[in-house]
Every structure is written in C-alpha cells, then in structure tokens.
C-alpha cells in the first residue's frame, strides 16, 4: 500500500476562488509530482519538485502553484479557479535510490469542478 | 527528448481473449526505466511492472506479459485469458536515469473486456 494522501477528493467550488490541494506522503520520497488528468485521458505533468525548496514547471503550463518547504508535503493553489481548470488532478511521489528511478506511488486524486 | 506513444486508443476484446497493448518509445539515453500503469473506472493508477533498460528479459506474472524489445524501442503488454476486471486504462510510461527524474506517460490504451 502506498503512503500518499490527497485531500480534497472533491471539491466543487466557484470561479474566483482560491484552492488548495494537498498532498503528503510517509514514505520520505525526494521526489514529487503533480499530474493533471481529465478522466481516463492523457496525464499532463504540470509541476514536480526534486526535494525540499526545489520545485519545477511540468511540460502543460499551468496557472497553478506549488511549494516544498517538508519533504513530506507537496500542496497545489489556484488563487482564483476557472471553469477550465476543471479537471482531476494526481500527486505522486517517487524514490531514486543507488542510482535507480523507482515507480511513481500514486494518490487517489483530486477531483475539481470549477462552476 | 523521451516521448511515449500509445497507437491503440481503445481496444475491445471478449472475454477470455488474450490481448496486446502496444508502447513505443524514444529516448536518447542509454539508461531510462519503463513502466506500466492500470487505471480501473474508480480512478486510481495501479503500478504494474518497472523495467530498466539493461534488462530485456520478458516478464510474466501470473495472466500479465511483457516484452521488451530494445532494438524496436517497444515494451508491449500482454493480457492473457482476459477477464471483465482487465477493463481499465492502462499507461505506459518512460522515465531517463539522467537530467530531470520526470516520468513521461503515453496517452493510454482504453481496454474493454466484454462478458
């Protein structure tokens, strides 16, 4: 089982808001990802971090914002959501270890509904 | 650039049907990993095989296949006897041993195994 937490799993809110998606995982990966998913399509990277105060754009630009600050905690914010930012969005983490790129552990997801 | 590309958009098979999803990918690097993801209707993606790039041996697990063939950059997947269950999404993904630690994932193969 992996150790990796979104919440919310739902949220509907209202254009303009300001959102914030957490993310945690236990197992102390360096590395952590946010993937942007419109259900059963394509997975968009849209940013990832290498540790703690490393974060970097993904290859689907995104108005979205991220912060390491703990290894175990990776948020995403919207500060003022549109209804195309509606979407699922993935956190995963993932350990690079003696020279080996592991798999990515992924959590439940985020489901977003902007109205 | 590493790139994944996943032809078969959807594929529909009937019950106890063997089935192949295929994955090509590029990559310029002589070290990289390559995987495999099931996303079932609930959402979550299951982690199902990792593969490194020196190691070409074929894998099976159980009603699971996989053959990895440098020489094509492919890295096909095999369902065997399928069942109802099989029905998901199911990613490739590429990640290089070097630079970025990203994980690229092809756009996904819709499987749909009928009763």
């Known amino acids: 089982e992996a150790d990796i937490y979104q919440t919310p799993r739902y949220l509907v809110i209202g254009t303009g808001k300001k959102i914030t998606l957490e993310c945690s995982q236990t197992?102390?990966?360096?590395?952590m990802y946010w993937y942007q998913q419109d259900p059963g399509m394509e997975l968009h990277l849209i940013h990832y971090?290498?540790?703690?105060?490393?974060?970097e754009k993904g290859d689907l630009s995104s108005e979205s914002t991220v912060s390491r600050i703990r290894t175990e905690h990776f948020p995403l914010t919207l500060e003022s959501a549109r209804p195309s930012h509606t979407s699922q969005y993935l956190c995963?983490?993932?350990?690079?270890?003696?020279?080996?790129?592991?798999?990515?552990?992924f959590g439940e997801g985020s489901r977003l509904t902007v109205l | 650039a590493q790139k994944v590309t996943q032809a078969q958009t959807e594929i529909s098979v009937v019950e106890k049907e063997d089935v192949t999803l295929d994955c090509v990918y590029e990559?310029?690097?002589?070290?990289?990993?390559l995987f495999w993801y099931k996303q079932p209707p609930s959402g979550e993606l299951v982690f199902l095989i990792r593969?490194?790039?020196?190691?070409?041996q074929n894998e099976i697990s159980g009603r699971y296949s996989w053959n990895f063939q440098k020489s094509t950059s492919s890295f096909n997947f095999t369902i065997t006897a399928s069942q109802v269950v099989d029905s998901a999404v199911y990613f490739c993904?590429?990640?290089?041993?070097?630079?970025?630690?990203?994980?690229?994932f092809g756009t996904g193969t819709r499987l749909k195994v009928l009763a």
């Open positions: 995963a983490s993932s350990e690079y270890l003696a020279g080996v790129t592991g798999e990515l552990f």
């Open positions: 197992m102390g990966h360096d590395k």
């Open positions: 971090s290498y540790g703690v105060n490393s974060t």
């Open positions: 990559t310029r690097d002589t070290t990289y990993y």
């Open positions: 593969r490194n790039s020196f190691d070409e």
């Open positions: 993904a590429l990640s290089e041993a070097s630079g970025t630690y990203k994980y690229i």
